[in-house]
């Protein structure tokens, strides 16, 4: 095996163990996405019972859905993309010739990593915050506000680090002959 083909090698094992641990975090996020599901079902459930059964609402159960809500859309959006079930304007990119589709892909790609990490960042900002200054939801404040901010910052993040991970490998699938690492959902 020559330099280059040594190279390309040792790259490819890089980009399969970012593969890896990429996939790793979605499928724990995607339990956590689960796991708000289920949040919501028992929430509500027992929302409309002590409401219309016992004549007594819960407080603080909308708060709680709405964070739970929160949670399934931030901790689910990377192994949405990851599996391509997302919405997409592919229908007019697909008639593009391939090297204008190469860059409105990857120009879709690094939008989406700018976007995503501008709001990870900024929302990871607000949680430290809510979490040093001790805010809660009004109403019963028991909910912390930091755990919102922190479920769309950590699922924004995951999601820029897939659409960079996802630009990378475009360019390089067009640059080299060879098919890109496939993730396996």
């Not at 339990?31 to 004549?55: H, W």
């Not at 909308?62 to 391509?84: I, N």
């Amino acid at each position: 095996m020559n330099r280059v083909e040594s190279r390309n090698a040792q790259d490819r094992t890089v980009e399969l163990r970012i593969i890896a641990l990429v996939a790793w975090f979605e499928r724990w996020f995607l339990a956590g996405a689960i796991g708000c599901v289920f949040g919501l079902v028992i929430v509500t459930t027992a929302d409309v019972i002590s409401r219309y059964f016992l004549n007594r609402a819960l407080g603080w159960a909308y708060d709680a859905s709405l964070v739970l809500l929160v949670g399934l859309c931030f901790l689910s959006v990377s192994s949405v993309a990851a599996r391509r079930e997302h919405v997409g304007m592919e229908l007019m990119v697909q008639r593009f010739p391939p090297s204008l589709r190469l860059g409105a892909t990857v120009g879709a790609y690094l939008t989406g990593v700018f976007s995503f990490g501008l709001i990870g960042w900024k929302t990871l900002e607000y949680s430290i915050e809510a979490a040093q200054a001790g805010w809660v939801y009004g109403g019963f404040g028991i909910i912390p506000t930091w755990l919102p901010y922190g479920l769309i910052a950590v699922g924004s993040l995951l999601l820029s680090m897939r659409l960079t991970f996802e630009a990378v490998r475009s360019i390089r699938a067009r640059l080299r002959a060879d098919p890109p690492a496939q993730l396996q959902p």
